[in-house]
C-alpha cells in the first residue's frame, strides 16, 4: 500500500478528525524546547481506543510513523516527527472515566491535564500528587515518566500509575495491570510504558493513584549562605523523617529574578521553599524539627504559614519561576536543563555547575527539586545568536556528563527525546542495547515515535 | 561443544564450587513447596560477578539452563531444574558492599538475607522494610517482586530497589540505575528485572533503599465480628492517613490455632493486627483515630503497646502464624494460595474463598496483608492423600480465578513460578504475549530459568 493510499483510508475514516492543514502540521511539529520544527505528514484526534487501535493497525502495515502527542509541553523534542508519519492528538480523549475513592484512584483517559484531574477530585477528599511545571496531559506524563514538586514525598509517575492501557505496534490493546495494590504475576509492563515516551506503544487509558489530602499543611521560605548548607540541612531532615511534602532550591540568580517579577525583597542568597504535610496534631513539633534542622547549618529569614491564601501566593512563586526567570532577560529564550545526581553529590554538582556558567558568559539561574537531587539551570539565549546557542549547548552538554560522573542520570524528569540520546550510551552502556532489543522485539517495523530514546537505521 | 565439555570447563574453573553430589542436586531442586524435586545437573558457587558472568558465557554457548537460587524458600516452584542445568547457588556471594546512610541506602550481593541486611543496619539510624514471612535473600526476593506485612507503608521490593546490576543471557553486565533518586532516561530496566524470577538473567549486586526508623512505633491488635467490618474500617484507615505500617487480618480460623500454639485467649472472631509508625507527638492520637475507625465498624478487644517487648511478642505472633497453622494439623502440609484484590473487593474474596474451602472438606484458615487486598489461606493436606491434594489445588484454582474475575491478581507477592503460569493467559490477555516478546528479545536460547512465568517449546 502506498502512503498516499494508506492517508486516504484514514481521511475517509477520520473525516473531519483527519487533519493535513499547514498550521496544524507546523503546530504539531515541536513542543516547548529550543528544537528546530519537524512537522508530521498528518494529525489525526481518535475518541475512542477502537480509533487508535485502527491508526495503529493501518500504519502498521503501511510502516509508517507513530507520534503521541498531548499538549505539547516536553522539552526534548519528544513530539517532533523527525522520520514524518502521523501526529496522533489526544485532546479529544479528555474524559475522567471514573474516581474510585474506595480504592484511591481515578481512570481517565490520556488527554486529560492534571489540573484538569484535581479539579474533578476538588470534592472527593484526594488529590492526584505530581505537578511538573507545565499543565500537561497524563498521557505526556506517564510518557516521559515526570515529576514534580511533591515527588520528595509522593513520587514520580512511576510511583503513581496503578494501570495503564495500551495500543502496542502490531495493533493489540493491552492493560498492564489490574486495580489490584500488589502484583507478582510477571514482568511489570506498567513500569515498562512509563517513561517510554511513546516508543513501545500509544497509551490509551490511565488509572492513577490518589492520596487523601493532608490535615495541616505548611509552607514557607528560608535562607542559607551557601548551596551545600542547604544540601546538608535538606540531608538532616530526609534522615529524620520529617514529613517534607515538597523542597525545592533556587539559587542567587533565581532570588533576583523572582524578587524583580514578584516585587519581593528576599535575600539574596540560596533559599529553600519547602511544604509539610502532617495530621493537626503534629504540624506544630514537624515545623519546629524543620526548623532547628535548617538552623543547624545557618538557615535564617525563615518564613512560613498554613493560611491557604499564603501557602498558595508562595507556591505561585515557585510555579511563576521559569517565567519570571524568563522576564529577567527580555527577547531571550531558555534552553532548560534537567540532571539528578545521588543526595550526597548535590552540593558538588549546582556549584561545579555555576562555574561553567559562569564561564560561558551566559546567565543561567538555577532551580530544582532538592530533595530529589533534581535541578533545572535556565539557560538564557538569543536564538538568533549562534555564539549564545553554542554556549548554552555546551553548558547543557557539560551539566549531563558531570550528572553521569558523578553517578546521577542526564534527565531527572524531562526525558530523553531527541535532546539527551547522544548521553545515553555513556549513562547505560550495554543497557542501551537492551533497550534497544526491547524496543526491537515490540516495534519491529520502529514505527513508534522513531528516533526518540532509541537509535536506530 | 557437548554437554560433557562444558561440565568439564567449568568443573576445571570453579573447582570446589562446583558440585554434582547427589544430595547437593536434590537439595537443590526444590524449595518450600509441594511441587516434586527437578535436581539440576550441577551446582556452582560463584564468588563474584565474574565469576556469574563466566558461568553465563559457557552456557549460553553451550544452550544449557541457568537457573538462580537463593535459599530455597520460593514457594512456586521457581528454583526447580525442571529442563535440567546449573543451578547458581548466592550463598557465597553474600556480603553487604555499602551501607550509604546520606544516600539512604545499601548496597548487597544477591545472598544476603534480609534479617542479616538488617543485623548490619543497626546501628545506623535506619532499616530495610520488606519483610516477607521467610527470612530469604535479597536476590530472590528482588526476583520475585517479594513483599510482606510493612508493605502496605513502605512498598514492596518494587519501590525499594533503587538499581540492579545483572549478567544478562549473553554474558554482558549491566547496571539498570544510578544512585539519584528519579530519572527519566529510557525504559525502566530496573522494574523489569525486579519479578521476572531469573527468566532475564541473574541479578548480581542490588541497591536497596532504605528508611528511617521511627519515632514511635504502636503495635495492637482488634477483633471484629465480620470479615466485612474489619474490610471497611481499613478502607477508612487508609482514607484518614493514619500513618499504618502494618495491618494483617487473621480469620477464624486462624485465631483458634494461634490461642491453640502460643496459649492464648483471643476471641474467636476476625482480627486485625497492626502497627503503626508515628512521631513521639502524634503517637496518641494516631491511635485514637485508629481506635475510633475500628469502633465504627464494631472492633472490640482492642489491644496495644508501644513497648518494644510486647510489640515483638505480637509480631512474633504473625510470623509463627504459619507453624502455628501447621502446628493445628499434624502430619499435614500447607499449600499456601496467594491472591490479591481491589480493596474493594477483599470482603466478598475472602468469605467466597471460606465457603469454597469449607465444601473442599479440606481445613484452610486464611491470614493477610489487608492493607493491600492481599491474603493467604494455607491449605492443610496429607501429601501422601491424592483426595485432599486434589481438592486444595481445585480450591487454589478457584481463588486464583475468583481473584482474577473481581479484577486482582493470581498472585500478590509469591510469584507465578511454575505454579501459576495456568492463570497468566487469563489475566494478561495479550499482556503475556508481550512478556514472551521480551523474554525472546533477551534471551533467544531460553536458557534462563525456562518454563517459569512464560511458556516457550
Not at 102 to 108: D, E, P, Q, R, V
Not at 153 to 181: D, F, H, P, W
Request: glycine share 10%; net charge negative.
Amino acid at each position: 500500500m502506498t502512503i498516499q493510499n494508506t492517508f486516504e483510508i484514514l481521511k475517509n475514516h477520520f473525516g473531519e478528525r483527519w487533519s493535513t492543514s499547514q498550521t496544524d502540521l507546523e503546530n504539531h511539529g515541536h513542543s516547548e524546547s529550543y528544537f528546530p520544527t519537524h512537522a508530521p505528514d498528518a494529525v489525526v484526534y481518535p475518541l475512542t481506543t477502537a480509533d487508535v487501535v485502527y491508526i495503529v493497525n493501518v500504519c502498521h502495515q503501511s510502516k509508517i510513523p507513530i507520534i503521541g502527542y498531548g499538549v505539547g509541553t516536553s522539552l526534548e523534542g519528544h513530539t517532533s516527527a523527525i522520520h514524518g508519519g502521523i501526529c496522533v492528538d489526544f485532546s479529544k480523549m479528555n474524559k475522567v472515566l471514573e474516581i474510585d475513592p474506595s480504592n484511591m484512584s481515578a481512570t481517565l483517559e490520556p488527554g486529560v491535564t492534571r489540573e484538569q484531574l484535581n479539579h474533578e477530585l476538588r470534592h472527593s477528599g484526594l488529590f492526584f500528587s505530581v505537578d511538573p511545571g507545565a499543565n500537561a496531559t497524563l498521557g505526556g506524563m506517564a510518557s516521559t515518566r515526570a515529576s514534580g514538586t511533591t515527588s520528595v514525598r509522593y513520587g514520580t509517575m512511576r510511583e503513581n500509575i496503578q494501570s495503564l492501557e495500551v495500543v502496542i505496534a502490531n495493533g493489540e490493546c493491552i492493560n498492564t495491570n489490574t486495580k489490584a495494590k500488589k502484583s507478582a504475576a510477571g514482568y511489570d509492563l506498567t513500569s515498562l510504558f512509563i517513561g517510554a515516551e511513546g516508543t513501545l506503544g500509544l497509551i490509551t487509558k490511565i488509572t492513577v493513584k490518589l492520596h487523601p489530602i493532608p490535615e495541616l499543611i505548611t509552607s514557607g521560605v528560608v535562607a542559607f549562605d551557601t548551596i551545600n548548607d542547604a544540601v546538608q540541612a535538606v540531608q538532616d531532615i530526609t534522615y529524620m523523617g520529617i514529613p517534607i511534602a515538597r523542597l525545592e532550591f533556587l539559587d542567587e540568580k533565581s532570588v533576583e529574578a523572582f524578587n524583580a517579577y514578584s516585587n519581593l525583597s528576599l535575600p539574596v542568597k540560596p533559599h529553600l521553599l519547602f511544604e509539610l504535610h502532617s495530621s493537626e496534631i503534629s504540624a506544630n513539633e514537624d515545623i519546629k524539627s524543620f526548623k532547628s534542622a535548617c538552623s543547624e547549618y545557618g538557615g535564617i529569614d525563615f518564613k512560613w504559614s498554613t493560611k491557604e491564601e499564603e501557602r498558595k501566593e508562595l507556591w505561585a512563586l515557585r510555579h511563576k519561576g521559569y517565567y519570571a526567570i524568563l522576564a529577567s532577560a527580555p527577547g531571550k529564550r531558555a534552553i532548560v536543563t534537567d540532571i539528578c545526581v545521588p543526595q550526597t553529590k548535590l552540593g558538588e554538582a549546582v556549584s561545579e555547575t555555576q562555574k561553567d556558567i559562569v564561564k560561558s558568559g551566559i546567565a543561567g539561574p538555577i532551580l530544582g527539586h532538592v530533595g530529589d537531587g533534581n535541578f533545572h539551570a535556565i539557560l538564557l539565549v538569543d536564538p538568533e545568536n549562534h555564539q549564545e546557542l553554542k554556549a548554552a549547548k555546551s553548558v547543557a552538554a557539560k551539566m549531563a556528563k558531570l550528572a553521569i560522573r558523578l553517578g546521577g542520570t542526564c534527565t531527572g524528569e524531562h526525558g530523553i527525546g531527541m535532546g539527551k540520546i547522544d548521553f545515553m550510551a555513556d549513562q547505560h552502556g550495554h543497557g542501551w542495547n537492551v533497550m534497544g532489543n526491547i524496543k526491537e522485539a515490540l516495534d519491529p517495523y520502529n514505527i513508534m515515535n522513531p528516533g526518540k530514546i532509541i537509535k536506530r537505521n
